[in-house]
C-alpha cells in the first residue's frame, strides 16, 4: 500500500487508508481448484482436504512439504482458511474430551457468574478459557492421545515453524446463541485503535504470522447452529486491523461472508487476520461445541530475561522525585515508564483478568502510570504489582 501524499509505502495506517471498494475488490478473488491440488473440493471459496488422505502424505516427508507449502500459501495469500474433514477420526476420543469439558464447564459455571467472550456477549455460550492445561490436569492420558494428532502439528508448522505453543479455550454456543460482532484475532485484533494508528504497517503485516487460528469440531455444525462466518481473503487487505473496527466493513462483512457446515472430528484453520465472527445458533436443540485452538509463534520471546518488576520497583521513587522537581519532562518521564515496565497484558490468565470489563487487562505499565500520576507511595505500588503478579498464574 503506498502512501496517497508521498507515493512511498504507507507507514502509519488509519481510517483513511480503510478503502470500502478497494476491500470489495480485494476479497472478490476466486480460489483457483489448480492451486490447492491436494484439496478435494473448493467449498464457499475455502480449500477442503481429507483427513484421511493428509495423514497418508504427512507420512511421507517429501509430500509432508508439498501440502504444507500448499496450506502456507493458502493463509498467506490465498483465502487464509483451509478445512480438514475428519481431522479427527477417532470420534470417540473428540466426544471423551468434551465429557471431560463439559464437566469442567459445570463445575466452573457453578462455582461462578460466568465467563466472558471477547466478541459475543456475556452469557450467550459457555466458555473454558485455558481448556489445554485444564484438560490436561484433569485428564493427563486423554490430553495426550488428543494432542498426539498429526494434522494439526503438520498444520502448525507449515505456517510457524517449529517450537509453536498452543492453546485451546473450549467454547460453547447453546440454542439461540447470538452471533458474535466481525473481528480480527490475537494479537492486534485485541488492540484499541488508537493504539492500531500509532503501530507501524509493518507490524500490522508482522501480527498475522505470528499465531494461527484454528478450531475443532466437538459436534456436528449445520449451517443452521451458526458455525462460524469467515470472509476469505480479508486477511491480507493491510489496514485490515482498523477495518473490521469500522460499521460499513462490517456491514459488508455480514452480506459477504461465507460459512462451511462441520461434522463432529472436522478441522477448520485460518490465518488470524481473517474477517470472522461465530453465528447465531438458530436451533432448537443443537449445543455448538468447538475447541478453539491458538496457536504461537516461538518467536514471540525477547533475548533475556528482566524482572520488570523488580527494577520497575527500584526505579520509582527516583523516577517521582525526578518527574515532580521537573528534571525529566512528562514525557521523558513516561519514557522511562516505557523502559522499565512490561508493555504487555498478556499472556494473561482469562478467568481472572476477564475480558468482560474490556479487550485486555491492565499492563504492568498501565499501573506504574497510575502511580506517577496520582503520586502514590512505593508500598502501594508494591502491592499493586504484587497483585498484578499474582494473577498471572494458570490457575
Known amino acids: 500500500m503506498l502512501d496517497q501524499q508521498t507515493g512511498r509505502p504507507t507507514v502509519w495506517l488509519d481510517d483513511r487508508d480503510c478503502d470500502l471498494e478497494a476491500f470489495k475488490r480485494h476479497t472478490a478473488q476466486r480460489t483457483p481448484a489448480e492451486d490447492y491440488p491436494h484439496a478435494t473440493e473448493i467449498a464457499s471459496n475455502i480449500p477442503v482436504y481429507d483427513g484421511d488422505a493428509m495423514r497418508q502424505a504427512m507420512a511421507e516427508p517429501a509430500q509432508a512439504r508439498l501440502v504444507m507449502a500448499e496450506w502456507n500459501r493458502a493463509f498467506l495469500s490465498g483465502p487464509g482458511i483451509i478445512a480438514i474433514r475428519k481431522g479427527y477420526a477417532d470420534t470417540g476420543l473428540v466426544d471423551a474430551v468434551t465429557e471431560e469439558l463439559n464437566a469442567i464447564i459445570a463445575e466452573e459455571e457453578a462455582g461462578s457468574t460466568g465467563k466472558g467472550d471477547h466478541f459475543a456477549t456475556a452469557g450467550a455460550n459457555s466458555r473454558v478459557w485455558n481448556a489445554h492445561e485444564k484438560l490436561c490436569m484433569k485428564a493427563p492420558a486423554l490430553f495426550a492421545r488428543y494432542n498426539a494428532n498429526e494434522l494439526t502439528r503438520a498444520v502448525s508448522e507449515s505456517w510457524l515453524g517449529t517450537g509453536y505453543q498452543i492453546t485451546f479455550q473450549a467454547n460453547v454456543v447453546r ?3 447470538k452471533a458474535q460482532t466481525a473481528h ?16 507501524p504497517a509493518t507490524q500490522h503485516a508482522l501480527s498475522a504470522a505470528l499465531t494461527l487460528q484454528g478450531a475443532v469440531a466437538h459436534s456436528d455444525m449445520p449451517i443452521e447452529s451458526g458455525p462460524t462466518k469467515l470472509l476469505p481473503y480479508s486477511q491480507s487487505y493491510l489496514p485490515g486491523y482498523i477495518a473490521v473496527l469500522l460499521p460499513q466493513f462490517r456491514a459488508f462483512f455480514e452480506e459477504a461472508h461465507v460459512k462451511l457446515p462441520l461434522a463432529k472430528g472436522d478441522m477448520l484453520f485460518f490465518n488470524p487476520a481473517t474477517f470472522h465472527a461465530a453465528g447465531d445458533n438458530k436451533t432448537a436443540d443443537i449445543h455448538r461445541f ?7 509463534s516461538a518467536y514471540g520471546r525477547s533475548i533475556e530475561i528482566v524482572d520488570r518488576s523488580r527494577i520497575t520497583l527500584a526505579v520509582y521513587d527516583d523516577l517521582k522525585a525526578l518527574l515532580a522537581a521537573g528534571t525529566l519532562t512528562a514525557r521523558e518521564a513516561d519514557t522511562v515508564v516505557a523502559a522499565t515496565a512490561e508493555g504487555y497484558p498478556f499472556p494473561a490468565n482469562l478467568d481472572i483478568d476477564s475480558p468482560l470489563s474490556g479487550m485486555a487487562p491492565p499492563s504492568q505499565q498501565d499501573v506504574l502510570r497510575q502511580a ?19 494473577r498471572k498464574r494458570s490457575h
Open 184 to 199: 480480527r484475532d490475537y494479537h492486534m485484533g485485541f488492540q484499541d485503535v488508537e493504539t492500531l494508528k500509532r503501530t
Open 175 to 177: 440454542p439461540g446463541g
Open 372 to 390: 506517577l500520576a496520582e503520586g502514590w507511595a512505593v508500598a502501594r505500588l508494591r502491592r499493586e504489582i504484587a497483585d498484578q503478579n499474582g
Open 290 to 296: 468447538a475447541n478453539l485452538m491458538q496457536v504461537g
